[in-house]
């Protein structure tokens, strides 16, 4: 018997049939969608065009407790040292000079002096000033930066387990008879429990630890799902590579 079970991430490049039917002759146990690279208002379409062409489960990969960038006018914007860059609440198309992190409000829990990594550390910043408004950020450290890609403050910031947009996903997921869900940036075992509550008792839950704070609350997490995945590329932020998981 098989200890090896595969999971496979359907995207854009992979979202055809014969890939999809291909991937599930050779025996994939579950395909992801990611909610994070997701319109909600497409969701319905990937996972009906999914269900058309092979019997294997859906899961549903939350956006979960994580800040992002948000969206661009190219598909990746160069920010130089010693620059100031606007980061508003109200939307805006993103350039160099201004763009938006995600979810919405989180500007709100960002303090002046915070330091911030943006994409996988490809660039550095610190908080200079904020007003109701917006806050400013000065380049340390310049890159290139992509649309909807991670950003990490260096303090720890309390964010709901789910966004609106997870919650409203979690819906459609339902309607169309999804039982398994992923909670990204697990923290705690009352994070896996709310899923659950939206998800429904007879949902397969997988938590992904990938913070600090998911890693001194595995037990309980632990506890309350039904499977653990170590994210090693975004836990790799918080905590030395040395001491993460092989």
Known sequence: MTKTKILCTLGPSSLDPQIIRRLDALGVWLFRINLSHTKLNA?????????????????????????RTGDFTDTYIELRDNTLVKIPKKLVPGDPTAFNFTPAGVTDHIHIGDFISIDFNAVLAQ???????????????GGKVGRNKAVTVERNIELPALTQKDIAAIEIGKKLGLKHFALSFANKESDVD???ELAGEDAAIISKIESLSGLNNLKGIIKAS???????GDLSRQVPLEKIPQ
Do not use: F, K, M
Not at 46 to 63: A, F, K, M
Not at 226 to 232: A, E, F, K, N, T
């Open 43 to 67: 969701l319905e379409s990937v996972v009906r065009t999914i269900q058309s062409l092979s019997n294997t489960p859906i899961c549903l990969d939350t956006e979960g407790a994580q800040i």
């Open 127 to 141: 908080v200079i000033d904020r007003n109701s408004h917006d806050i400013i950020i000065r380049i340390l450290n």
């Open 194 to 196: 709310y899923l659950r």
């Open 226 to 232: 039904d499977s653990i995945l170590i994210d090693r």
